[in-house]
C-alpha cells in the first residue's frame, strides 16, 4: 500500500532553514509528481510546492518563490523540501501528497518558526 513518511520539521528561529523529507513506498515512485502542502492552524491547507516525475519541472506557491526549494531523489524513493529564509507565517504542518487515482497524505511535519 501506498505510505508517504515525512520527517525534519521543528522549531527554529525566523531566517533559519530547515529541510523536509518524504520517504515513499508502495507504488512507482519515479513515474509520479509529487507535491508539499501545508495547512496552518485555523487555515485551510495550501499548496507549497509541486514536482514533476523527472525532477525537471517545479512550481511554488507565490508566498515561498525563492525561499523553498522542492526536489527529489528517484533512487530514494525521495522528496524533499529546503526551507531558507523562515519567517513565523511558515509556521504549518507540512505535508507530502501523491495523487494516483485518488490523493495519498503523510502524516505531516511540524514546522514552527519562532523567536
Known amino acids: 500500500q501506498v505510505q508517504l513518511v515525512e520527517s525534519g520539521g521543528g522549531l527554529v528561529q525566523p531566517g533559519g532553514s530547515l529541510r523536509l523529507s518524504c520517504a515513499a513506498s508502495g507504488f512507482i515512485f519515479r513515474l509520479n509528481d509529487m507535491s508539499w502542502y501545508r495547512q496552518a492552524p485555523g487555515k485551510e491547507r495550501e499548496l507549497v510546492a509541486v514536482?514533476?516525475?523527472?525532477?525537471?519541472?517545479?512550481n511554488y506557491a507565490d508566498s515561498v518563490k525563492g525561499r523553498f526549494t522542492i526536489s527529489r531523489d528517484n533512487a530514494k524513493n525521495t522528496v524533499y523540501l529546503q526551507m531558507n529564509s523562515l519567517k513565523p507565517e511558515d509556521t504549518a504542518v507540512y505535508y507530502c501528497?501523491?495523487?494516483?487515482?485518488?490523493?495519498?497524505w503523510g502524516q505531516g511535519t511540524q514546522v514552527t518558526v519562532s523567536s
Open positions: 514536482i514533476s516525475s523527472s525532477g525537471g519541472t517545479t
Open positions: 501528497r501523491l495523487r494516483l487515482f485518488r490523493d495519498y
